[in-house]
């Protein structure tokens, strides 16, 4: 069975993020470690659980905030409707 981390925190990167939600992207587990990619059409929970990362999650569908994580870096294409406009908005620190 695979470690249990919670919401693990990430670095987006790639080309998918820019374009909207065409393409991959690369998540990087600051926490857990490992980078794996996101094909288009994927979820990160769908692949990060293919490879033992097990992230807390209730409805999949992006409205109950259950897997809600940091973002270490990047501009993720935010596709819930739990956060607020300002929420989704890049943070520092």
């Known amino acids: 069975m695979g470690a249990r981390c919670g919401a693990p925190r990430v670095l987006f990167r790639g080309s998918g993020l820019l374009a909207g939600p065409k ?3 690369v998540v990087k587990l600051a926490r857990h470690g490992g980078e794996f990619e996101i094909a ?9 659980a293919e490879h033992g990362v097990m992230v807390d999650t209730s409805c999949e569908q992006g409205v ?17 409707v739990f956060l607020t406009d300002a929420e989704n908005a890049p943070t520092t620190g």
């Open 40 to 48: 288009e059409g994927r979820t990160i929970i769908e692949v990060l």
């Open 64 to 80: 109950c905030g259950t897997c809600l994580t940091g973002v270490l870096e990047g501009v993720p294409d935010h596709r819930d």
């Open 23 to 25: 393409g991959s992207f």
